[in-house]
């Protein structure tokens, strides 16, 4: 049995990827790995008992004991685990595992360059490092100027597909829709995106884009296309929105996984993705590839799902077998092996 600190700083509203990452992680150590893993969290604030509520709620309310950082070399811990990409905070002595999920903090421009220094003091720190891919892998690798080997690939689990459920909102109101699962991000590719909704408009105008962010002013939206932007939606509705549309697009240039791809192709969501970074490691050979920053070749193969039944119905056969091989047990069990073998 291992006695695991977790540093659970931004755990508390994180409904990223790495919010999930973390989240499933912990789920199938408490459901299947109790004999090995005990887990403590780690969080910021000195006095725990005014915030253990907020971050136990974010873990289905399950009685994690809750120690600050400041008290965590007396809380009888063997070693330390940093979800967050690199060292929120290094005055640790323990053996310390550190995921860092892609390195686009340093290649991507004006992209939170000041994490730079997290990403570095784990690679100083830890005794192993995490990453989501092999693209992942190399990149990180390239910049923290590390051998390769030091960095352990794990790619990210989808959970097979919820049942359906009733949910608020009237997805069928918003079909036929493209859906779009990410932040509102440059780097994401979401203006290729407005622009290719654009082009399709001339043969789709019934077509919607469905976005689970809301677009600043940074991003002009296509004139005559449907843009129904709707913020953070919970797992039943993301569901059901999987279930509706008519493809996911994931036009993103820089990934260090993709988890919205493996997701969709769970429900059976046709994909049409760039070809950039790792998304072909998530998606294989059951999505449809782009070059990013090509709104045209994106419209075109947007089009070509709506248009061709056999095709779309291929893509709909071919993808919940490529989500079935990636699991969250299997992301879990391999994590705590790399931790293990820290201590």
């Excluded at 910049?143 to 030091?150: F, S």
């Excluded at 993709?258 to 994909?271: I, R, T, W």
Aim: proline share 7%.
């Amino acid at each position: 049995m291992i006695r695991l600190g977790v540093d659970a700083w931004n755990l508390p509203g994180d409904r990223r990827g790495i919010g999930r990452y973390l989240r499933e992680i912990l789920r199938v150590w408490r459901e299947r790995e109790r004999e090995r893993v005990e887990v403590t969290l780690v969080v910021p604030e000195w006095h725990t008992w005014t915030v253990r509520a907020r971050y136990r709620r974010e873990v289905a309310d399950y009685p994690y004991r809750i120690v600050s950082r400041a008290m965590h070399a007396s809380a009888r811990l063997d070693a330390l685990w940093f979800p967050f990409n690199g060292c929120s905070w290094t005055n640790f002595t323990l053996p310390a595992t550190a995921t860092l999920h892609d390195a686009s903090n340093f290649v991507v421009p004006d992209y939170a360059p000041e994490t730079a220094r997290i990403f570095r003091a784990a690679a100083e720190r830890c005794r192993a490092l995490i990453t989501d891919s092999r693209f992942a892998q190399g990149e990180l690798a390239r910049e923290l100027r590390i051998p390769a080997e030091r960095l352990v690939p794990i790619p990210l689990g989808v959970n097979p597909a919820r049942a359906s459920a009733a949910v608020a909102l009237a997805v069928p109101g918003l079909q036929p829709f493209v859906l779009y699962v990410g932040a509102a991000e440059r780097r994401k590719g979401v203006d290729t995106l407005l622009d290719a909704m654009g082009h399709l408009a001339a043969r789709h105008p019934e077509v919607a884009l469905v976005v689970t962010t809301t677009l600043n002013d940074a991003f002009a939206l296509p004139p005559g296309v449907r843009v129904a932007q709707l913020g953070y939606v919970d797992d039943a509705t993301l569901a059901a929105l999987y279930r509706g549309c008519a493809l996911l697009a994931f036009p993103s240039r820089y990934e260090g996984f993709g988890l919205p791809v493996l997701e969709a192709m769970s429900y059976g969501a046709p994909v049409v993705s760039s070809n950039a970074a790792s998304l072909p490691e998530a998606g294989g050979d059951a999505a449809v590839y782009v070059p990013p920053d090509d709104a045209e070749a994106l419209a075109a193969a947007m089009g070509r799902v709506l248009d061709d039944p056999a095709y779309a119905a291929e893509l709909r056969r071919r993808g919940p077998a490529r989500g079935a091989e990636f699991s969250w047990e299997a992301t879990a069990a391999r994590t705590l092996d790399v931790i293990e073998s820290t201590v």
